[in-house]
């Protein structure tokens, strides 16, 4: 393939993705990031939409950053639409502009006939090349009204192209047409418009976003648009963090993005955006390179390629290898090694382990979420382990109010700590009461946060009854880690997994 070049719309198409709301400094930490990753040119929004966009626009200057909006009304020319004024003061070199390329969107919609679009297209395109900017037009709803009336269509791109853009860009604003569809409409335009960049701009309606932008692609696209994580309206838009990887790596074209950046850049925006990154997104997931089943982990101890396409490392992910009921003795002893590296192989305590973390899952435990709490229970068992601290006793009571009480004892030597602490609720109480029952000795355990806490019903037939399990996730200023607890008491399996949370961190 020829070079790609990308436009990521995480700022403008990602923020209408229901949940999504950036703040405008989330705005420039998630530019930040595409810029240094290598997205060669970043939607920043619509400057006329709203004031947050403008904001952003007058605090940000680059050159790969790109203003988006609307041809002009139907009511004023270019030049005097307030809308294409604010898209100039935007300061940016490349203007993305959207515009009408079905006769059923121009007559409904905007209430002018198809020659009255095709003179919005033409005069706006024109003004904005006038002023010395590079213009990418979008045309929407290409693809339906390339079905309904190709003529049309393709009329509405010449108006775009004579008037001056130099990139066309083809829109399933719908997210409807199948990728055999894509192909042959894409491979028409490019054969058309041979002198100027074709683009796609694909949504996930029907879950065809980022196949169809490889068959663009493969028709003779080089301009893909998405957002970096696929999130946006409705089912969202085409994820180019797949894209990107499987252009470059799969159909081997160029591009100016740092490959080995790409799970770090994914996970960063999901943290901007709030969100959880999806475990099973393409390349970058935690998933992505997960083995659980035993015969898969022999595998891919023996030969990385038998259930990885890709060496993981391309793309800044690992590959990681599942602990379950399912595991293999190959699979601990890969694991052990990592955190024993003299480790004996035909040592019994390997065995142990196995049989220990088989027990443990049939009681409930699940260590395939919870590694810090596999990490004690191995180096418990595979040499002597001096706890830091060990628990003498702990007790709650609670209240209507919600004002929970706990007071922790814990024991460190020879001498014993009591912390007892109010809380928004009993979990919190205890949290807070251990902590300052630990923090007499080990005052760094101040820099330790709870960061997701999760409870989950083993076995669901048992009601009130039921084991619960509890996952802790905690960080301190360089890790995170995650621990867990099972009990038929919700409270007990939530100190449990507290307790773990603590006692991983301080054995580091």
């Known amino acids: 393939m020829a070079y790609i070049e990308f436009l990521d719309t995480t700022l403008r198409d990602g923020a209408q993705a229901v949940g999504i709301s950036f703040s405008v400094k989330d705005m420039q930490s998630v530019f930040k990031i595409l ?95 006038s002023k010395k900017k590079r213009v990418i037009f979008d045309a929407e709803h290409f693809f339906d009204s390339f079905l309904t009336d190709e003529k049309y269509a393709l009329t509405c791109l010449n108006a775009a192209a004579d008037a001056g853009a130099d990139t066309l860009v083809l829109c399933d604003t719908n997210g409807g047409t199948m990728p055999d569809t894509v192909f042959r409409i894409v491979k028409t335009v490019t054969e058309k418009f041979s002198s100027l960049r074709i683009g796609i701009h694909a949504h996930n309606d029907c879950g065809m976003a980022v196949a169809n932008s490889v068959m663009a692609a493969q028709a003779g696209a080089t301009h893909v648009q998405g957002t970096f994580l696929g999130f946006g309206e409705r089912c969202g838009n085409a994820n180019l963090s797949t894209i990107i990887a499987n252009l470059s790596l799969k159909g081997h074209a160029g591009c100016r993005c740092h490959l080995e950046q790409l799970t770090s850049a994914a996970k960063s925006i999901a943290e901007i955006a709030n969100l959880v990154l999806p475990s099973h997104m393409p390349y970058v997931g935690n998933a992505a390179f997960s083995h659980k089943a035993g015969m898969h982990v022999d595998a891919v101890i023996k030969e990385s390629d038998s ?41 019994p305590k390997v065995q142990e382990i196995l049989n220990r973390v088989k027990e443990l899952e049939n009681e409930g435990y699940q260590f395939e979420g919870a590694e810090a709490s596999f990490i004690l229970m191995a180096e418990k068992i595979m040499r002597d382990f001096n706890s830091p601290f060990a628990l003498e006793n702990y007790s709650i009571s609670t209240s209507s109010s919600g004002e929970d009480m706990a007071s922790v004892s814990i024991r460190v030597g020879n001498s014993v700590s009591t912390g007892t602490c109010t809380g928004n609720g009993p979990v919190n109480a205890l949290d807070k009461a251990l902590r300052k029952a630990l923090a007499v000795y080990y005052p760094s355990l101040n820099d330790v946060q709870l960061i997701d806490y999760k409870v989950r019903v083993v076995d669901s037939t048992k009601a009130t009854g039921a084991d619960v399990r509890v996952l802790i996730t905690s960080k301190d200023k360089s890790s995170a880690w995650t621990t867990i607890g099972v009990s038929t008491d919700i409270i007990r399996a939530s100190f449990n997994a507290l307790a773990d949370s603590f006692e991983y961190i301080l054995t580091r």
């Open 35 to 129: 810029d240094e990753f290598g997205i060669d040119i970043i939607e920043g929004g619509d400057p006329a939409s709203n004031p947050k966009d403008e904001e952003f626009f007058k605090e940000t200057r680059s050159s790969r950053l790109a203003a988006f909006g609307a041809t002009h009304r139907k009511d004023t020319t270019a030049d005097k639409d307030e809308n294409i004024k604010k898209l100039i003061q935007a300061g940016t070199d490349t203007v993305v502009i959207f515009g009408k390329s079905s006769e059923k969107q121009a007559t409904e919609i905007l209430g002018i006939s198809k020659e009255e679009n095709l003179k919005l297209i033409s005069s706006t395109v024109s003004y904005l090349v």
């Open 307 to 347: 259930f990885e396409h890709i060496d993981p490392r391309k793309v800044g992910n690992d590959t990681h290898l599942i602990l379950s009921e399912f595991s293999g003795k190959s699979a601990i002893i890969a694991k052990l090694s990592l955190l024993f590296p003299d480790l004996d192989k035909s040592n």
